[in-house]
């Protein structure tokens, strides 16, 4: 479902170079790695938000970036789910017209009993605004899920979160990958989440190597 091949990047200084892997549905990858190793540069890679200076990425056998800018902007609105530590809800509306937009938008409806799930289904009616940051990563998490994506690409997901909702919401995605043949790549600093993923990586040294 997802491939890269001898990635290599660089910004003021080189950030990782000659990355390879693959990911098959129901599968879940994690990434480690120190502040600054590039794990999120990796991953906007990945996603389509940043094409490497070197190698490239297919995702159902295609490579991204050779697509026409409306093939991948149609392929990120329907395929791909991304969930951002700064969560980019659309600060002017509720939480359940931020539910609803991405339901529209991918023709799918909103799943109450996932809402009951993070928490968050009392929340509906408040402005995000209104809502902590934890309350708002968990509504930017059922945002993303109400896409019904293939391949969910997540940046620290549960950084705003407390141990127990964290490994929660670690449940759900590994429920939604399994349920929907979809698959998952996660930037994580937590050590304990990356072991809950099947497959992981440490990015140091510029080298994404397999570490369990």
């Known amino acids: ?50 094409k490497p200076l070197e190698g490239s990425v297919e995702i159902g056998g295609k490579d991204i970036y050779s697509m026409s800018q409306n093939s991948m902007l149609k392929l990120r609105r329907e395929d791909l789910g991304i969930i951002f530590q700064q969560h980019y809800l659309f600060r002017g509306f509720t939480a359940v017209e931020n539910l609803e937009v991405a339901a529209l938008l ?76 979809a698959c998952l790549v996660m930037v994580t600093h937590d050590t304990r989440l990356a072991s809950r993923c099947k497959k992981q990586y440490r990015l140091a040294d510029q080298k994404l190597a397999r570490i369990a």
């Open 106 to 181: 991918s023709n799918t409806t909103i799943d109450e009993t996932l809402l009951r799930r993070l928490g968050v289904a009392d929340l509906m009616n408040k402005k995000v605004t209104e809502l902590s940051g934890g309350q708002q990563q968990r509504i930017s998490i059922a945002r993303v899920l109400t896409k019904k994506p293939k391949i969910i690409f997540a940046d620290e997901p549960t950084g705003n979160l407390d141990e127990e909702t964290a490994f929660e919401v670690m449940d759900i995605l590994q429920e939604y990958i399994e349920q929907n043949s």
């Open 1 to 50: 479902m997802l491939k890269a091949l001898n990635l290599s990047h660089t910004f003021d200084y080189p950030l990782f170079s000659d990355v390879s892997f693959d990911l098959a549905p129901k599968e879940s990858m994690a990434i480690i790695g120190v502040s600054g190793s590039g794990k999120s540069t990796l991953m906007h890679a990945l996603s389509t938000l940043l």
